[in-house]
T-cell receptor, first 113, second 116 residues
Framework: AQSVTQPDIHITVSEGASLELRCNYSYGATPYLFWYVQSPGQGLQLLLKYFSGDTLVQGIKGFEAEFKRSQSSFNLRKPSVHWSDAAEYFCAVFSGGYNKLIFGAGTRLAVHP | ETGVTQTPRHLVMGMTNKKSLKCEQHLGHNAMYWYKQSAKKPLELMFVYNFKEQTENNSVPSRFSPECPNSSHLFLHLHTLQPEDSALYLC???????????????FGSGTRLTVV
């Protein structure tokens, strides 16, 4: 069955530091991968998506993610974190056979000044 | 504001109450979804509607009853809920099931439900 694992429940970084959030997926075919962000009291906002082609995808707010098929990973990165990036981040894989988004449990990011 | 509006934002209800959650979008989307978000658990897909037809029910208890009168509105009717049903209920929409695959979903801000 398709699944998404986000190994880190909480991550704390200092403002200006680099960030990497991990995501591993389990899916038999070519995955279609997404990262969403959820600010407190808000719904989910799409950051970026990967379908095919270049394995490094750029998203909004200065985020990027790299698809590595050999590692079944789709890690989210940002070179310099801002305090406003504090939020919860969700990785998701689109299960084409079931036509639905499957989410990981999320990683909560805290940013220290 | 994302274009998907959910009301109410917060709801407290007793186990014997009947209430409804509302979701509205005017994005021209034809697919709408209910998700349940509980603490420390992945988002759980509950129901899917595509062109007003329910296409998926993920083994959701009958105390949750969805309704989709048109492509712009989606309801979740609640009755005799349990405390473990307390969660954030998120509505999402996409152009249709296939375009949701291409472009992802647009989510509302959710309804925070507390069952007492």
């Amino acid at each position: 069955a398709q699944s998404v694992t986000q190994p880190d429940i909480h991550i704390t970084v200092s403002e200006g530091a680099s960030l990497e959030l991990r995501c591993n997926y389990s899916y038999g075919a070519t995955p279609y991968l997404f990262w969403y962000v959820q600010s407190p009291g808000q719904g989910l906002q799409l950051l970026l998506k990967y379908f095919s082609g270049d394995t490094l995808v750029q998203g909004i707010k200065g985020f990027e993610a790299e698809f590595k098929r050999s590692q079944s990973s789709f890690n989210l990165r940002k070179p310099s974190v801002h305090w406003s990036d504090a939020a919860e981040y969700f990785c998701a894989v689109f299960s084409g056979g079931y036509n639905k988004l499957i989410f990981g449990a999320g990683t909560r990011l805290a940013v220290h000044p | 504001e994302t274009g998907v509006t959910q009301t109410p934002r917060h709801l407290v209800m007793g186990m014997t109450n009947k209430k409804s959650l509302k979701c509205e979008q005017h994005l021209g989307h034809n697919a709408m979804y209910w998700y349940k978000q509980s603490a420390k658990k992945p988002l759980e897909l509950m129901f899917v509607y595509n062109f007003k037809e329910q296409t998926e029910n993920n083994s959701v208890p009958s105390r949750f009853s969805p309704e989709c009168p048109n492509s712009s509105h989606l309801f979740l009717h609640l009755h005799t809920l349990q405390p473990e049903d307390s969660a954030l209920y998120l509505c999402a929409s996409s152009q249709d099931r296939i375009e949701g695959f291409n472009y992802g979903y647009t989510f509302g801000s959710g309804t925070r439900l507390t069952v007492v």
